[in-house]
């Protein structure tokens, strides 16, 4: 699996298509579909992932999906790709970008939203983009992506005058933007930055001595499971557990606050309308005891639901995004019956940023969540009919 995934990762898009014809050609037998299944909320490597496009759609394709949809952050430089992927593994799919935005003026302001870092600002996102719109969407985001980075660059300095005393430092040209997609047109995160200092930390410390360095001399707490994932020698998952815990344990300490780079929730719901695509909020919910694990316990938006509510519909809002996976059923009963009470559709995804996690989500199977799966096929369904319109095809 990982020379596979090697070859889906190859540097040039055309390489990595042709592969996946290879691949695929040599198969003695496809994979079973399982249509009960469907996931709309995938990141590939042109914001933060170890899946290109192109090996996103196939390891998809491999767990069953018959649909699968590309959403990364601050750009859609990937949806190109993933679209000939796509039409190569004879899988539809549907395209997207997820992104934050500054919500001054609005009821939202000053709030914990769906934001774990920083209060006002909200994960929004473009669903159902049409084909047409790809190049358009990329250049409204091309400056916000710039500006990114001059906040990155802070936090690596921050990042700098924290590792200081350990003789650890980044360089953010060197060690990040080289393992981002950047200069193709993808997007820096703060994944990246502690992606890179993961790196150096294995670098001084060694992978042997990194539970050690992490409690001892970064003051860094592990749980028992954490130090048996960076203890085990085999776990081919290594980087990105590491990953976890440095984004766990630093991001608050090295975090510089996002306003430049954030368009104001009204920009994006008129952008939205502009391109034809579906204006959407990215629901998160308070989190208790964190059932996947990767988030810390904290409240957000459930304790002002109507107003948070209200204040989309005054946006324009046309759909409400959530992972079944990642809340109670008490939260998820609240926020179908309050979509369906505002006639607010429904669409569902699982976050995609490491190899740990699951195309798959078996929360799907559930009567409760049926509706998803017609409303995935609704929404590819209406990015194609839009594109076609644009295209003067209709």
Same mark, same amino acid.
Request: hydrophobic share 35%; charged share 25%.
């Given at each position: 699996?990982?020379?596979?995934?090697?070859?889906?990762?190859?540097?040039?898009?055309?390489?990595?298509?042709?592969?996946?014809?290879?691949?695929? !050609?040599?198969?003695?037998?496809?994979?079973? @579909?399982?249509?009960?299944?469907?996931?709309?909320?995938?990141?590939?490597?042109?914001?933060?992932?170890?899946?290109?496009?192109?090996?996103?759609?196939?390891?998809?394709?491999?767990?069953?999906?018959? =649909?699968?949809?590309?959403?990364?952050?601050?750009?859609?430089?990937?949806?190109?790709?993933?679209?000939?992927?796509?039409?190569?593994?004879? #899988?539809?799919?549907?395209?997207?970008?997820?992104?934050?935005?500054?919500?001054?003026?609005?009821?939202?302001?000053?709030?914990? #939203?769906?934001?774990?870092?920083?209060?006002?600002?909200?994960?929004?996102?473009?669903?159902?983009?049409?084909?047409?719109?790809?190049?358009?969407?990329?250049?409204?985001?091309?400056?916000?992506?710039?500006?990114?980075?001059? !906040?990155?660059?802070?936090? @690596?300095?921050?990042?700098?005058?924290?590792?200081?005393?350990?003789?650890?430092?980044?360089?953010?040209?060197?060690? @990040?933007?080289?393992?981002?997609?950047?200069?193709?047109?993808?997007?820096? =995160?703060?994944?990246?930055?502690?992606?890179?200092?993961?790196?150096?930390?294995?670098?001084?410390?060694?992978?042997?001595?990194?539970?050690?360095?992490?409690?001892?001399?970064?003051?860094?707490?592990?749980?028992?499971?954490?130090?048996?994932?960076?203890?085990?020698?085999?776990?081919?998952?290594?980087?990105?557990?590491?990953?976890?815990?440095?984004?766990?344990?630093?991001?608050? !300490?090295?975090?510089?606050?996002?306003?430049?780079?954030?368009?104001?929730?009204?920009?994006?719901?008129?952008?939205?309308?502009?391109?034809?695509?579906?204006?959407?909020?990215?629901?998160?919910?308070?989190?208790?005891?964190?059932? =996947?694990?990767?988030?810390?316990?904290?409240?957000?938006?459930?304790?002002?639901?109507? @107003?948070?509510?209200?204040?989309?519909?005054?946006?324009?809002?046309?759909?409400?995004?959530?992972?079944?996976?990642?809340?109670?059923?008490?939260?998820?009963?609240?926020?179908?019956?309050?979509?369906?009470?505002?006639?607010?559709?429904?669409?569902?995804?699982?976050?995609?940023?490491?190899?740990?996690?699951?195309?798959?989500?078996?929360?799907?199977?559930? =009567?409760?969540?049926?509706?998803?799966?017609?409303?995935?096929?609704?929404?590819?369904?209406?990015? !194609?009919?839009?594109?076609?319109?644009?295209?003067?095809?209709?």
């Amino acid at each position: 699996m990982n020379d596979i995934l090697k070859e889906l990762n190859a540097p040039k898009a055309q390489v990595r298509l042709e592969a996946l014809k290879q691949i695929i !050609r040599s198969e003695k037998k496809a994979p079973e @579909v399982l249509p009960q299944f469907s996931n709309n909320h995938i990141h590939t490597f042109y914001s933060f992932s170890p899946y290109s496009p192109t090996s996103a759609v196939y390891f998809a394709r491999l767990a069953g999906l018959q =649909t699968a949809g590309i959403v990364d952050h601050d750009t859609i430089a990937g949806a190109g790709e993933f679209i000939h992927a796509a039409e190569i593994a004879g #899988i539809d799919a549907t395209i997207g970008l997820e992104c934050r935005v500054r919500t001054q003026g609005t009821a939202l302001e000053g709030r914990r #939203i769906n934001n774990p870092d920083q209060k006002g600002i909200a994960y929004m996102a473009l669903h159902g983009v049409p084909h047409t719109q790809i190049e358009y969407l990329q250049s409204v985001f091309e400056p916000l992506r710039e500006r990114r980075n001059t !906040r990155n660059r802070k936090m @690596v300095d921050r990042i700098n005058k924290l590792m200081n005393p350990l003789s650890v430092s980044l360089d953010f040209d060197r060690d @990040v933007l080289s393992i981002s997609q950047f200069k193709s047109g993808g997007t820096v =995160t703060e994944r990246h930055l502690l992606f890179a200092l993961g790196a150096k930390i294995v670098e001084t410390a060694g992978r042997g001595g990194i539970c050690d360095y992490l409690q001892k001399r970064m003051d860094i707490p592990l749980t028992q499971k954490q130090k048996c994932l960076l203890e085990d020698k085999d776990n081919p998952y290594f980087d990105y557990d590491l990953l976890g815990i440095l984004k766990s344990s630093l991001v608050e !300490r090295i975090y510089v606050d996002a306003n430049e780079e954030c368009l104001h929730i009204s920009e994006l719901s008129l952008l939205a309308k502009e391109i034809g695509a579906l204006f959407c909020y990215a629901y998160l919910g308070d989190i208790g005891q964190s059932i =996947t694990g990767d988030k810390k316990p904290q409240k957000f938006e459930d304790d002002y639901l109507p @107003v948070l509510f209200d204040t989309l519909e005054e946006q324009g809002i046309d759909a409400v995004t959530y992972m079944p996976s990642r809340n109670t059923p008490e939260q998820l009963e609240i926020i179908q019956r309050m979509c369906r009470e505002r006639n607010i559709m429904e669409i569902s995804g699982e976050d995609i940023n490491s190899h740990r996690q699951k195309f798959i989500c078996p929360q799907l199977e559930q =009567t409760q969540f049926s509706h998803l799966i017609k409303a995935t096929w609704k929404l590819i369904n209406r990015e !194609r009919a839009e594109t076609l319109r644009q295209e003067g095809r209709t």
